[in-house]
Structures are given as structure tokens and as C-alpha cells.
């Protein structure tokens, strides 16, 4: 599975790049290049179709609100409009999620990790059973689903076993740091696999994530048992 990819619309250009840079820290995810007025936005969300949106209720033309009824596209709201009647005009019309500015960089990252989970839920082509509905709906408030369920104290599956020796039978030493492409050869499984269990196992605390920083391009994410 490719990285889910995220349209940031913020008419602050310098906070758009900030969150674009929190969102490409998140493994399994890669920001688009933001925009700032409505306008922009629908022209993106037509020709670069993006996984989720990241809107901002405040924009030169219109409003985040407003521009929720026209796009078909999975939404956050990252705003700084706090009053209960646009929490609900925003629910109410389709967003997935409300971040309240001023937040974190962990705020984000958790509300992109639940999003994550919410799809790897829908991800079936078969009928849905209450208990999966909620459980999609629980991983968009911070729950969890399998294979990120649990505490550390959980039952592990096989895969999630697997993940954890590749881990500690990486080179030097039970500390190295693999990329998910390394683990995902050791284990024999694809590297979006290995990427979304390493990001479950992370969630945990079994699991460490660190930036390696290259001359040029994205940092690459690499992987560690934790302390």
C-alpha cells in the first residue's frame, strides 16, 4: 500500500509547510504541496485526488466550512475556530476529526495514526457488522484495531512476533535500526505491511522510530526495539 497522501489547505503558508512537515514524520503517510484559498483546494482535490484533506475553517475566499460541501474527500479540520456551532457544522457536514490550533505535533500524529486505522478497518470489500463500524469509529477517537489493539501485555500474532525478531536480529546489536523495506525482507512480507505494523507496534512502545536525515529528500524512518 503507497503512503495515504495529504492536501493541506491553510491560508498561513508558513504553518502549511510546518504541518506538511509533521505529516511526512508520520510513516505511512506523504504531504502534497499545500494550498491556501478554497479555490486551490478544489482544484487539487480534482487533479491530485488525495487520501485526506487538512482544512482550515479560515481562507481568503470562503470558509473550510463551506468548502466541505463541495469536496468528496475525507477531512480533518486543523482550525482555530473553537465555538461549538462550527464543531458541529463541521461534524455535520463530513469531517472526520477536529484539531483545535494551537496543537502539536503528537496531536497530529495521533489523529493521522487513528485515520489509519479507521481505513485499515473500511479496508474489506465485505459487509461491515456493528462491531466493525464501531471499531472504525473508535480508531478515529484514539482506539485501536488490529494489529495496533492492546497494550503492551497483549497477545502478539505472528506477523507482529515476526516484525519484533527481525528487530532484534538486525546487525550489531537487539538495538540496530531497520528501515521497514529491511524488516519487510526479513519477514517475507510486503514493505507497506511491515510499515503498518512497525507504526502498531510504535504505538504501543514496543517499537522506536527514528529520522535518519540524507543530503537530500524526505528524512527516512527507521526502526529499533524500544528500551
Known amino acids: 500500500m503507497a503512503d495515504l497522501r495529504v492536501l493541506i489547505v491553510d491560508d498561513d503558508f508558513h504553518v502549511a509547510r510546518l504541518h506538511a512537515t509533521w505529516v511526512d514524520a508520520v510513516p505511512g503517510f506523504a504531504a502534497l504541496a499545500p494550498v491556501g484559498t478554497a479555490a486551490l483546494a478544489l482544484q487539487a482535490a480534482h487533479s491530485l485526488r488525495p487520501d485526506l484533506v487538512l482544512l482550515?475553517?479560515?481562507?481568503?475566499?470562503?470558509?473550510?466550512?463551506?468548502?466541505?460541501?463541495?469536496?468528496d474527500t475525507d477531512a480533518i479540520m486543523l482550525t482555530a475556530a473553537s465555538d461549538p456551532e462550527s464543531v458541529r457544522t463541521a461534524l455535520r457536514r463530513g469531517a472526520l476529526g477536529y484539531l483545535i490550533k494551537p496543537f502539536s505535533a503528537?496531536?497530529?500524529?495521533?489523529?493521522?495514526r487513528g485515520y489509519?486505522?479507521?481505513?485499515?478497518v473500511l479496508a474489506g470489500t465485505g459487509s461491515l457488522d456493528q462491531a466493525g463500524l464501531d471499531r472504525a469509529r473508535r480508531a478515529l477517537l484514539g482506539g485501536a484495531d488490529a494489529p495496533s489493539s492492546g497494550g503492551p501485555s497483549r497477545s502478539r500474532s505472528a506477523t507482529e512476533t515476526a516484525v519484533l525478531e527481525a528487530l532484534a536480529q538486525g546487525p550489531g546489536s537487539a538495538r540496530a535500526l531497520l528501515s521497514a523495506a529491511e524488516v519487510a525482507a526479513v519477514v517475507g512480507v510486503s514493505r507497506a505491511t511491515a510499515q503498518r505494523y512497525l507504526a502498531a507496534l510504535a504505538e504501543d512502545g514496543a517499537v522506536e522510530i527514528q529520522l535518519r536525515y540524507g543530503s537530500t529528500g524526505r528524512p527516512e524512518h527507521r526502526y529499533g526495539l524500544s528500551a
Do not use: C, M, S, V
Open 56 to 71: 482550515d475553517t479560515y481562507l481568503p475566499d470562503t470558509t473550510g466550512l463551506e468548502l466541505l460541501r463541495t469536496i
Open 116 to 120: 489509519a486505522r479507521y481505513r485499515r
Open 106 to 112: 503528537d496531536d497530529l500524529a495521533a489523529a493521522l
